[in-house]
């Protein structure tokens, strides 16, 4: 009986022996994953800054370019609006269903498939002979473009833990800056070279090689692999839409966009037309407005991150009050052009203001949801913001030319950013501490 009972207790040896070996090898392995990822989510931010850079550089083209379109097609600063317009309409509609869409079938694909047809589309734009043939390019040009925004954002909040996510995406954002940047720098040297449609279909053709690129480098969230597939839920779009947070922040989006896309798309008129700088200037100041913007992103999630302990709202409410003051000071120039030595100032205020907000509002909004419903929230919020791109710079150019100066339209972006501070103070942050 002994005997017995000493195999048995030398088999249950063997088998713990065994399960502890087993234990240790996941647990090796498991080290190796996290510390894999965590070398490659920082290849996953260079990846998503490079398609906002290609996607923003084609945006920009069209307040950069505005003096050689406005004088091709013969169009009114009103008309120039509209072609932002065309794009946010396309873009507005489109985002909801992109972020569901990247929810049900991943980064990778939606990210490929929109960097290679966005350089398409850019291409047919050169081409375009017409302007109301060149404002539908633009809004198929939108709709394709909505894609990008929830798919870059899903994949931050997939891949990083909530210390460091603002931060991330921060660096990510600054490819929009970046897009800019190098739209300022690049198209007007292509444009007096060559046309300002030649120079636009290099930059497309250049992009649709760059999707093979972006496929072969980019890889999904492991979240992704480890969670079951749900079927694709129309109904959630607008249920997401009309919840109370998600109507707030989609207002906060509006104002934003709204005030981003009218500074992109008319600075460069401001800047050559009524303060008679050269094209070459502008297009430096211009570019120089999106550099503070960039460093801007990074900065303030470095301090939401670091400083505030993951604090957002208060991060943006500051980020809103520069807006305002900023695009006070631009009226107040144009209005009275002795405060002309203020112009760089004003503008480099309201590149980090307005243009470097868009960081911190997204965490903010991928915070509010749970993870599983990241790229749809993101996706409602640029709905929104989009609108607001839709509606404003038409506004703002009406305003240009019923007044014959830029200081009435300058106090548009002023409101937006009064109306911010009222929907900031409505809304009741989240502290969500959900990993990656």
């Known amino acids: 009986m002994s ?20 234990k240790v090898r996941r647990l090796n392995s498991g080290s190796m994953k996290r510390s894999q990822t965590s070398n490659y989510h920082w290849v996953i931010v260079g990846i ?7 996607a923003f550089m084609n945006i920009s083209s069209l307040g950069i370019l505005a003096p050689f379109i406005k004088e091709d097609f013969h169009l009114s600063s009103y008309q120039i609006g509209f072609l932002i317009s065309a794009l946010s ?17 991943g980064v990778r694909l939606m990210l490929t498939a929109a960097v290679g047809l966005i350089g398409f589309i850019l291409v047919l734009f050169s081409l375009a002979p017409f302007y109301w043939i060149a404002l539908l390019i633009l809004l198929l040009y939108g709709g394709v473009n909505g894609i990008v925004g929830p798919a870059t954002s899903k994949s931050v ?7 460091g996510r603002a931060t991330a995406m921060g660096v990510k954002q600054t490819g929009v800056n970046f897009g800019g940047i190098f739209a300022g720098l690049l198209l007007p040297v292509l444009t007096v070279s060559l046309s300002w449609r030649h120079s636009l279909m290099a930059v497309g053709l250049v992009e649709m090689a760059s999707a093979v690129l972006i496929y072969k480098l980019l890889k999904e969230s492991p979240l992704r692999s480890e969670a079951p597939r749900a079927p694709i839920a129309w109904g959630k779009m607008l249920h997401m839409a009309m919840q109370r947070d998600m109507l707030i922040l989609g207002g906060i989006a509006f104002c934003f966009m709204a005030s981003q896309f009218c500074f992109s798309t008319y600075l460069i008129l401001f800047l050559t037309q009524e303060m008679k700088y050269p094209f070459a200037q502008a297009g430096l100041w211009f570019a120089l407005s999106f ?5 801007g992103r990074v900065l303030w999630s470095l301090a939401s991150d670091y ?22 000071a631009l009226g107040l120039i144009s209005f009275f052009p002795a405060f002309s030595p203020l112009l760089l100032t004003a503008i480099l205020a309201f590149g980090i203001s307005g243009i470097g907000w868009n960081a911190i509002y997204l965490t903010m909004v991928g915070e509010a949801v749970e993870k599983e419903s990241t790229g749809l929230a993101t996706g409602v919020g640029y709905a929104f913001g989009f609108i607001g791109s839709l509606i404003c710079p038409p506004l703002f150019g009406l305003l240009v030319d019923r007044t014959d100066v830029y200081g009435y339209a300058w106090l548009l972006p002023a409101g937006c950013a009064g109306a911010i501070l009222v929907l900031l103070n409505m809304y009741n942050e989240k502290h969500r501490c959900w990993k990656p």
């Open 48 to 54: 998503l800054w490079l398609v906002h850079a290609l």
């Open 3 to 22: 005997d017995e009972v000493c195999g048995v207790t030398q088999q249950m040896g063997v088998f713990d022996g065994l399960q502890e070996r087993m």
């Open 307 to 328: 400083l505030l302990a993951g604090r957002r709202k208060g991060i943006l409410r500051l980020i809103t009050l520069i807006l305002l003051f900023s695009s006070l």
């Open 291 to 295: 550099l503070i913007g960039a460093a």
């Open 157 to 163: 909040l997939d891949w990083f833990p909530a210390v």
């Open 89 to 105: 309409i396309g873009s507005s509609l489109s985002q909801m269903p992109a972020g569901l869409f990247t929810d049900f079938l």
